[in-house]
């Protein structure tokens, strides 16, 4: 008892209680009961069902652990608020002093077991299922780096097919200064192309720091580990467009490396597959060609934009890399230019854009270095150049 | 020598040279309510801009700088040095003892914690700024794609580890060595218990920690590969070392939570705990799973399927012990007389609030779940419904509830009703949502998002900055009391409340204890 | 000081204010603040600045070594003064073994990250586990043994031409440090090692014997002979280091191979040094101070299980790094 204070003071009305109850009922109760209501794009409450097999199971096993904990829920906490309700001192209840009961312990220590048995059952049948990558009709590359995704296409004929995927969302969108699109973030310049129907195996890597693929409606997520590759499966029974985002912190732009996959009937995929490998082709050809500046700057441009311009900002400034403008490398002799371009600086952020880009590629990209943001030396590179500086 | 009888020096020399368990404490809390403050900054900005949908405060990289420091000076800022704060104070106090075992070594143990988060701080004006891999840092983020921040930072972890093993290994000393006669291990009050539990897993696995930087310190300046294949090292290695520290780390922060409730639920009841021992028992069975579930926050590296149901069975167990000390604590509201000072109140929002957070937690635990939650907005809820409405709302409940002994002044309770009420409804308004935008898609550890989230994180925002608001008025709260609280004379100054801490006079006196008192054999247990 | 109600309850002795704390604080936080950055000029740095880095983390070391000499010694004199009773000493022994138990578990992470490389990274880099699908596309040619005599970078041809970004150059030793390549078994150092670090667990064994029977003389003699052990051990490793860098190629950028050797023989070479400081610092204070009885020695007892769980690691060293 403490002093010179009146214990009424202390113990709340019922008024507040109905309140505390009220709430914590309506907690529990909106969860669960929203989270089923939902399916919407915009505020969903809850996981998407998704459109594989896979994902299915898990929606099941997510509700029915949701359930399960609610329904524990409701029961501990409606004892408690039995208790807060009718055992208050205000009341003029004398309290009870009865405790220890081995009885009572084991059953709450044995019902609690039981309960997460039937949990695991199912649980360890889907993980089963998750981790069964045998059989897959396709196999694709995915390879994260500091911030875009590589998709590779391990076909057994014809041309592989490799490309990167971009953020495309442009830069005034996420700076306020446009407004937003309705895929805002989650948007790239080039999906991934699946067939429906298929086992598709993803063979999951990274480059320089880890990554994670997830896409939620495909039931997949996989960390990108540099160094190791680690698999996961998906098999899309719908038609669309998927969409998803890097869920591993990889730096700065973590935030901006989305996946975008699209889901299309086989032979859409074949066509497109086959107008793939045909560009393929075609790059190899222009390997061969020769360049004028204007061609390569326009190139170039795009080129920096799409890979460049996250670390080196949108004039050349600087950022997470060096500023390009002035730079000594991108106005000095073009050998240092062309070592860093394609080998990268190790240890740093700069990667060696040899493996990442085609010759053609970089060649315009170089050139356009030496000639935009005011750096004017005038000089430009062919992709043979690049080639040559290649082989040594 | 020895003299135990005058009070403590004047000035500042009182405070830097030391050896008083409860001057000790007192630095302790302050510290950590300050770190607190410091990180809650930057969760407010976090939650400024994530406000609305597209950048508008601050850049990406800064982004990250603030997630990494917010988490970093949270768990080692905040909530560990204010339990051992909690633990200095009323330890001794407790199992009646003068002091602590080391009273100079205790010293050292706190006088390490400020300079090594200023310098953890300084980081921020760093050439490439403070750490950005996370709390977590993950490797190769953190080692050979980071700046000069991360050496700082592997330096402020040893020094943290150094002062939280001793600390520790004082307090083992303490409980082991230092009880009252008749004071036997099951007659401890159970927050002595639950610290002693604690202070065994943080001297298992602080030092595991400080081997998991040294590691980074290697690869980053030596030239080792202990995380990079290409030098047969591996990535995964990092997180199997940093969890296998990392998760035992947040039942370090919970379990000393769990022994205040264990203190304050019964006073408030007027009513014994109910099954004593068993909530020992259960202590030492988390403590001893939480060795052997840590890979359940790697479901997605890639580990083989026999691990991964392994790490998911033992992780569900934890739900069997915790769940013990749920219910013993509604039986032991079961049929008491309850009153609801504040201090019972945020009992009662952990109680609600800290289920709720074990139950996404044991949602977690299901791995092919995880393979959609992981990493999402939804782990984030999880974690702070266990750790903000867990570990902040108990120690705020023992702020309150030990702070007239402390100083002899009682609280103003409207004031801390409010606190309650404003908290537990901001709280819910903050991390409620984020369970929808995780299950949704979102991201954890983004600066930006797409605008099917934007009004779930608006809404957590404001309910971030009402519950920030708050934590002023609780400052207020215990500013005020201690400079013009009403004078409390009797020594129990809750009727419920039992233990020795009660028996020594309010305010409680420099020195206690220097004669051990007597214990009453009949007494089952405090 | 109040008379002792209590018989079982000695009373304990609280030391007043100390400025011990604050001082090895500041020597603590200067070292390693000086450390930190000596470390950062070193990696990014730009080459012939110079800086005070070394000297700070010079000044804070001789700090911090300062602040520990006189804390000891302050702790040694209260205790020759009679201040300590039986229940203080109780928690110096308690304080010790909880100390070395975090030891035991620093030395546990790094040979965790051992048996992790060896025993799952290494066969999954080389094609374990997926059908050989991870060597095929990443290390092509990669194959694991150990101690791992190629690192994957290697296999494929250098930095230039690994799949994942270049964050270091890693190659292997010639020679690693395993029997099988020792020249003659007594040319074998670890053997010696084992050898001199085994019988020095024996040596400071007997002269706790003698500690306990009050010889003092048998106690002086079997604890210098320890020391000389101590410092023996430290210079055959010192020696197998310089033979690794200068013979075998065998480094710190040795891939994961060179990585843990260093790594644990370097850590239990350092806490080997700081041993032999220690029953040395004990043997001093017999020698010249007279002190320690046979029932009152905690210093001199609490270095010596130090020492003895610094051999059991070597043991475990012996069998995982050089044995097996
Ligand atoms: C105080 C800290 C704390 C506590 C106590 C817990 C408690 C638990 N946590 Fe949590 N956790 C964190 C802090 C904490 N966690 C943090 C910080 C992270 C994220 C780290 C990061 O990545 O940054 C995390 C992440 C995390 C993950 C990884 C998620 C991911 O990244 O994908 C998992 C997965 O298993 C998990 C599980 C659990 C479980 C099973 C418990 C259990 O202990 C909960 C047990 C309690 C109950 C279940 C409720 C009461 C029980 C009953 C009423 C009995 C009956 C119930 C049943 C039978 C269902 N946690
Ligand atoms: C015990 C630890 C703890 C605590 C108490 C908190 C408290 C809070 N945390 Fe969290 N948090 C973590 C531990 C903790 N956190 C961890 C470990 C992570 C993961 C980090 C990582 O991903 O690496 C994380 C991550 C994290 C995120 C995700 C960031 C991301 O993924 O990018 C968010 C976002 O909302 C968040 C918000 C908050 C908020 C709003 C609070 C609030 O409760 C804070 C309230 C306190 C105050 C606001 C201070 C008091 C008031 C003032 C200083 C006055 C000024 C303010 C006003 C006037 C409004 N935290
Ligand atoms: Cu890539 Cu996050
Ligand atoms: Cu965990």
């Known amino acids: 008892m403490f002093s010179g204070l009146e214990l009424e003071n202390y113990s709340m009305s019922l008024n507040t209680f109905k309140r505390l109850l009220a709430f914590a009922a309506g907690v529990l109760v909106t969860l669960p009961g929203l989270a089923l209501a939902a399916g919407g794009e915009k505020n969903a409450l809850n996981m998407p069902v998704g459109v594989t097999d896979v994902g299915r199971s898990i929606f099941d096993l997510h509700m029915i652990i949701l359930w399960i904990c609610v329904a524990i829920g409701a029961l501990v906490f409606g004892v408690m608020f039995y208790s807060i309700i009718y055992h208050r001192k205000s009341r003029g209840v004398k309290p009870a002093q009865f405790h220890e009961s081995t009885k009572v312990e084991i059953a709450w220590t044995v019902v609690p077991f039981l309960i997460l048995i039937t949990m695991a059952v199912p649980a360890t049948s889907t993980l089963l299922d998750i981790y069964d990558f045998d059989d897959a009709d396709m196999d694709v590359l995915v390879t994260g780096y500091q911030w875009k995704w590589k998709y590779e296409y391990l076909a057994e004929d014809g041309e592989s097919v490799a490309f990167f995927s971009n953020l495309s969302t442009p830069q005034a969108e996420i700076y306020n200064t446009d407004g937003k699109n309705e895929n805002y973030l989650l948007e790239v310049d080039e999906p991934l192309v699946i067939p429906v129907d298929t086992k598709v195996r993803f063979l999951v890597t990274a480059n320089d720091v880890i990554h994670s693929w997830w896409v939620p409606e495909l039931a997949v997520k996989k960390d990108a580990i540099p160094g190791f590759i680690n698999e996961t499966w998906t098999r899309a029974n719908e038609i669309g467009t998927y969409r998803g985002q890097c869920a591993e912190l990889c730096g700065k732009d973590h935030g901006f490396m989305p996946i975008v996959v699209e889901v299309v009937s086989k032979e859409d995929y074949a066509a497109w597959l086959g107008e793939k490998q045909e560009q393929a082709a075609k790059v190899k050809e222009l390997m061969a060609q020769t360049f004028s500046l204007e061609e390569l700057m326009a190139r170039g441009k795009a080129v920096y934009e799409r890979n460049c311009l996250a670390c080196h900002g949108a004039r050349g400034e600087g950022g997470v890399g060096t500023a390009i403008a002035g730079s000594p490398i991108a106005t000095g002799e073009l050998g240092g230019h062309l070592e860093i371009g394609i080998n990268g600086v190790a240890g740093t952020a700069m990667q060696a854009f040899g493996g990442q880009l085609n010759d053609v590629d970089l060649a315009a990209v170089i050139t356009y270095q030496r000639n935009a943001f005011g750096n004017n030396m005038g000089d430009l590179v062919q992709p043979i150049d690049v080639f040559n500086y290649k082989q040594g | ?526 | 000081m109040t008379a002792q109600t209590s018989t079982a309850h000695e009373n304990y002795y609280v030391p007043e204010k100390s400025k011990m704390a604050v001082m090895a604080t500041i020597g603590l936080v200067l070292s390693v603040f000086g450390a930190a950055n000596v470390m950062n000029d070193m990696t990014f740095g730009e080459p012939g600045v110079s800086s005070n880095s070394k000297f700070i983390m010079y000044t804070g070391l001789a700090v911090f070594g300062a602040t520990l000499f006189a804390w000891f010694r302050q702790a040694i004199r209260e205790n020759l003064a009679g201040m300590n009773s039986a229940q203080l000493k109780k928690s110096y022994v308690l304080g010790m073994g909880w100390f070395i138990f975090s030891e035991v578990m620093f030395f546990a992470a790094f040979f965790g990250a051992l048996f992790y490389v060896r025993n799952l990274v290494g066969p999954w880099l080389a094609g374990e586990g997926d059908g050989g699908r991870m060597n095929h596309l990443l290390w092509e040619g990669f194959q694991f043994s150990w101690p791992m005599m190629q690192t994957p970078q290697e296999a494929v041809g250098g930095a230039g031409s690994q799949l994942i970004a270049n964050n270091g150059t890693f190659t292997s030793a010639h020679k690693s440090m395993a029997f099988a390549e020792a020249s003659a078994w007594y040319l074998w150092l670890p053997l010696w090692n084992t050898l001199i670090l085994l019988s020095s667990s024996v040596t400071v064994h007997i002269a706790h014997m003698g500690l306990l029977d009050n010889n003092r003389r048998k106690f002086n003699l079997w604890l210098g002979l320890t020391v000389f052990l101590g410092v023996v051990f430290v210079c055959l490793q010192a020696l197998e280091y310089y033979e690794a860098y200068a013979h075998f190629g065998l480094t710190l950028n040795s891939g994961i191979y060179g990585s843990t050797f260093f790594m644990l023989t370097g850590f239990h070479g350092f806490h080997v040094l700081m041993g032999t400081f220690m029953l040395a610092v004990q043997l001093y204070r017999s020698v010249r101070g007279g002190h320690f009885t046979a029932n009152d020695h905690f210093g001199f007892e609490g270095s010596s299980w130090y020492w003895h769980f610094v051999d059991v690691v070597w043991v475990f060293l012996f069998l995982f790094i050089y044995i097996l």
């Not at chain 2, 264990?262 to 069975?285: C, E, H, N, W």
């Open chain 2, 1 to 526: 020598m020895g003299d135990h009888h005058h009070g403590p020096a004047k000035g500042l020399s009182r405070w830097l040279f030391t050896t008083n368990h409860k001057d000790i404490g007192t630095m302790y809390l302050w510290f950590s309510f300050a770190m607190f403050l410091l990180g809650g900054t930057f969760a407010m900005i976090i939650r400024a801009e994530l406000f609305q949908p597209g950048m508008q405060l601050v850049e990406p990289a800064f982004f990250n700088q603030m997630t990494t420091l917010h988490g970093l000076v949270m768990v080692f800022g905040a909530i560990m040095p204010s339990f051992v704060g909690l633990a200095n104070w009323l330890i001794p106090m407790m199992i009646g003892a003068p002091d602590m075992a080391l009273p100079r070594l205790n010293n050292w143990s706190f006088w390490i914690l400020p300079p090594a988060f200023l310098l953890l701080a300084s980081t921020l004006f760093m050439e490439g700024g403070a750490p950005a891999a996370g709390w977590t840092f993950y490797a190769p983020l953190s080692t050979t794609y980071a700046g000069p921040s991360v050496t700082i930072f592997i330096f402020c972890i040893h020094i943290l580890g150094v002062s939280s093993i001793m600390g520790s290994i004082n307090i083992i000393a303490t409980v082991m060595n230092m009880r009252a006669p008749g004071m036997s291990y099951m007659k401890m009050p159970l927050f002595v218990w639950t610290w002693l539990i604690t202070a065994f897993l943080l001297v298992a696995v602080m030092p595991v920690l400080a081997g998991a930087v040294t590691m980074m310190l290697m690869d980053v300046h030596f030239g080792t590969s202990f995380f990079s294949a290409a030098g047969g090292g591996d990535p995964v290695l990092f997180q199997h070392i940093f969890w296998f520290f990392g998760h035992p780390e947040v039942y370090i922060i919970i379990l000393p939570a769990f022994g205040v409730v264990s203190q304050i639920i019964p006073a408030f009841s007027r009513k014994p705990l109910f099954g004593y021992d068993s909530m020992v028992y259960a202590t030492a069975a988390i403590a001893f799973l939480s060795f052997i579930v840590w890979a359940h926050h790697m479901y997605t590296v890639g580990m083989p399927v026999a691990g991964e149901l392994f790490f998911m069975y033992a992780t569900m167990l934890i739900a069997v012990p915790t769940g013990v000390k749920v219910f013993n604590w509604i039986t032991t509201m079961w049929r008491g007389a309850l009153t609801f000072e504040t201090p019972m109140l945020f009992c009662i929002g952990f109680l609600v609030l800290f289920t709720i957070g074990g139950f996404t937690g044991l949602m977690l635990s299901i791995a092919p779940a995880d393979f959609q939650y992981h990493d999402s907005y939804f782990v984030v809820a999880h974690f702070h419904y266990v750790m903000v409405a867990g570990a902040v709302f108990s120690m705020t409940a023992a702020v309150y509830f030990w702070l007239p002994k402390w100083c002899g002044k009682m609280y103003n309770e409207t004031m801390g009703k409010t606190h309650f009420w404003i908290s537990f409804i901001a709280f819910n308004v903050t991390f409620f949502p984020q369970h929808f935008v995780g299950l949704a898609g979102m991201p954890r550890r983004i600066p930006d998002y797409s605008l099917q989230f934007a009004d779930f994180n608006m809404m957590s925002s404001i309910g971030a900055f009402v519950y920030g608001a708050s934590q002023l008025l609780f400052l207020y709260n215990v500013i005020a009391t201690i400079v013009a609280g009403k004078p409390v004379s009797d020594d129990k100054v809750w009727d419920g409340a039992e233990g020795l801490e009660w028996t020594v006079a309010t305010p409680a006196p420099y020195h206690t204890f220097e004669v051990p008192p007597k214990i009453d054999p009949a007494h089952a247990h405090f």
